[in-house]
């Protein structure tokens, strides 16, 4: 269960460079968000399909970039998690547990890189136009490297707004993401990111 919600965590930072106007073409549009955007929030649904079970979650996220974001479950569990720039906090209000590890060494060269750095969209993946479905329009990225733990990452556009994202992970793991109530100018500041874990739960660290 843990390696499949942190798994979300990739999922959720990805959004700071995935929205973006999509009649300059997919790939311009991502492009050009993730060199111009600063902040973002909204509602998502998220279904992991792995090979035991198919499970949907529900909840709000906020980015606010470099660095910036927290990803809130509220069905049908709640959980947490923050990245305050440092470290990444995984909150887990059933186990009563915080888990906590470096944002960095977290992150890597996966697409939650993207968050914390402008440069690793063009740095770490290949883009290209994937396609339309549904008045969906996709794009494809590919990770350069061998070991990003991703086999493909769809980013889809509707009119100027995210719609939805698809990605397949090296087990073969597939995620699908719905995106609702977009707003590309918050009013978001870094004290909304600062995680102080609750009284009398477990703090692990990894």
């Given at each position: 269960?843990?390696?499949?919600?942190?798994?979300?965590?990739?999922?959720?930072?990805?959004?700071?460079?995935?929205?973006?106007?999509?009649?300059?073409?997919?790939?311009?549009?991502?492009?050009?968000?993730?060199?111009?955007?600063?902040?973002?929030?909204?509602n998502f649904s998220q279904t992991v399909h792995s090979k035991k079970k198919t499970q949907t979650t529900y909840g709000t996220f906020k980015i606010l970039r470099p660095g910036l974001f927290k990803w809130e479950y509220t069905k049908p569990y709640k959980q947490t998690i923050v990245g305050d720039g440092k470290t990444i906090w995984l909150y887990d209000?059933?186990?009563?547990?915080?888990?906590?590890?470096?944002?960095?060494?977290?992150?890597?060269?996966?697409?939650?890189?993207?968050?914390?750095?402008?440069?690793?969209?063009?740095?770490?993946?290949?883009?290209?136009?994937?396609?339309?479905?549904?008045?969906?329009?996709?794009?494809?990225?590919?990770?350069?490297?061998?070991?990003?733990?991703?086999?493909?990452?769809?980013?889809?556009?509707?009119?100027?707004?995210?719609?939805?994202?698809?990605?397949?992970?090296?087990?073969?793991?597939?995620?699908?993401?719905?995106?609702?109530?977009?707003?590309?100018?918050?009013?978001?500041?870094?004290?909304?990111?600062?995680?102080?874990?609750?009284?009398?739960?477990?703090?692990?660290?990894?």
């Open positions: 269960m843990k390696t499949t919600r942190l798994f979300t965590l990739t999922a959720a930072a990805l959004l700071s460079s995935a929205i973006g106007f999509a009649q300059a073409g997919a790939v311009d549009a991502l492009k050009k968000f993730n060199n111009d955007a600063d902040g973002i929030s909204g209000v059933d186990l009563a547990q915080v888990t906590k590890s470096s944002q960095d060494q977290t992150i890597g060269d996966s697409p939650a890189a993207i968050l914390s750095n402008k440069t690793a969209l063009d740095s770490s993946y290949t883009l290209k136009e994937d396609g339309s479905a549904n008045g969906i329009d996709y794009v494809l990225a590919t990770p350069k490297k061998n070991n990003a733990g991703y086999q493909y990452i769809r980013i889809g556009f509707k009119g100027d707004n995210l719609a939805a994202m698809q990605l397949k992970d090296s087990f073969g793991n597939q995620t699908s993401i719905s995106f609702s109530g977009l707003n590309t100018k918050p009013n978001l500041s870094s004290s909304m990111f600062k995680f102080t874990p609750p009284k009398g739960v477990d703090v692990l660290s990894n």
